[in-house]
């Protein structure tokens, strides 16, 4: 989430296309005002126009607007969507679902930068920025011809691809407590507070519904909630059974990650190299290994280099766990409290995919 922050920042006053991509409920639409209100259109106006949500025989009216009498029904000149985003910005929601017939319209807008009123010959001129997004794999939209190829390449000058929340499980507490304040604010119970036990329940669920279902989610317990405090929440995973609230801690049975004071990731094989851990468990045991790690640190020097101590131990860990499952991934996620995806993203980021 942190380099798609950058990407916006960089691209946001530029008059680049934008295609945004991610799984319904990520929050695409968040995305796509962050880009408007942070270009120079940001007071002009912002239209967003769900392409699924329209009637197919109406789309091209609604779209490029049209002239009185020009089809029956028409009774007066009407403005499009892209005259009403003259001199803003236009969100294509769901793009894929634009009928196909129109798409070559619309890349011819966006060549000439003109375009013509249904039932006009006078050219009007087209001045907004494009942003368009989809919860489907644009490849795959285009094979079975829902999406033009050429139309593709030319609205994703800037390709902004949104992680599904599974696969970014440390940002689920952050996004509890901001929608927790703005439910608490709306029904009166501002110092409701969650448990635990609710914190653990959220990190133990797969959010299929993404943040959008996790926001859902939030707003029934504080409609719900007694006494300032949410114990339990109310998710079931897709099986129907109940989400466990034992939040599967990191096992370091086989191995405790540590920066060594030369400042590279060590992986010390076997717990017998920390005997003051050795019969440690739970709490103690993590408090102790972050005790281990820390007093092993340089002491930072000025104008140096700092090191991400955090990006070194998760590295660390993970290598650890794939050696004692013989690379076995599904069963390195297991032994983590990882869902599957999300390890496949920490091998990835940290290159250890021919290490194992």
């Not at 239209?47 to 025989?57: E, F, G, M, T």
């Not at 992986?267 to 045991?285: A, H, K, T």
């Not at 690379?327 to 869902?339: D, I, P, S």
Request: proline share 4%; net charge negative; charged share 25%.
């Amino acid at each position: 989430m942190q380099n798609i922050y950058e990407i916006i920042e960089n691209v946001a006053d530029s008059e680049a296309n934008i295609l945004i991509l991610g799984e319904s409920g990520t929050g695409k639409e968040v995305i796509a005002n962050a880009v408007h209100y942070k270009s120079h259109r940001a007071n002009k106006p912002f239209i967003k126009v769900n392409c699924s949500a329209l009637p197919k025989d109406l789309i091209e009216s609604q779209l490029f607007g049209h002239i009185k009498g020009s089809f029956t029904g028409a009774n007066a000149d009407k403005v499009g969507f892209i005259g009403q985003a003259n001199g803003g910005s236009l969100l294509l929601d769901e793009i894929g679902e634009m009928p196909a017939d129109l798409q070559p319209k619309l890349l011819r807008v966006l060549q000439e930068k003109v375009y013509y009123r249904v039932g006009s010959d006078k050219p009007q001129e087209a001045d907004f920025r494009l942003i368009t997004s989809t919860n489907r794999k644009p490849f795959e939209a285009i094979k079975d011809g829902s999406l033009r190829e050429d139309l593709y390449y030319r609205i994703n000058t800037i390709e902004i691809e949104i992680p599904p929340l599974r696969e970014r499980m440390e940002d689920v507490p952050m996004l509890a407590e901001h929608f927790l304040q703005i439910y608490g604010e709306k029904y009166k119970k501002q110092n409701v507070q969650f448990s635990q036990n609710a914190y653990n329940q959220m990190l133990n669920y797969n959010w299929r519904g993404n943040v959008r279902e996790l926001e859902h989610v939030i707003e029934r317990a504080v409609l719900l909630s007694r006494g300032g405090r949410i114990d339990t929440m109310d998710i079931t995973q897709a099986n129907g059974s109940a989400v466990s609230s034992d939040f599967p801690a990191i096992q370091f049975a086989a191995a405790a990650a540590a920066v060594s004071p030369g400042g590279e990731a060590k992986v010390y094989n076997g717990i017998s190299s920390l005997p003051s851990m050795i019969d440690l468990e739970g709490e103690e045991l993590f408090e102790e290994i972050g005790r281990f790690i820390v007093d092993r640190l340089p002491e930072p020097s000025d104008g140096g280099d700092q090191k991400d101590v955090f990006n070194d131990i998760e590295s660390g860990v993970v290598l650890a766990a794939l050696k004692r499952t013989r690379g076995n991934k599904q069963a390195a996620a297991n032994l983590l409290g990882l869902y599957r995806p999300r390890l496949y993203g920490m091998i990835k980021r940290h290159k250890l995919e021919d290490r194992v």
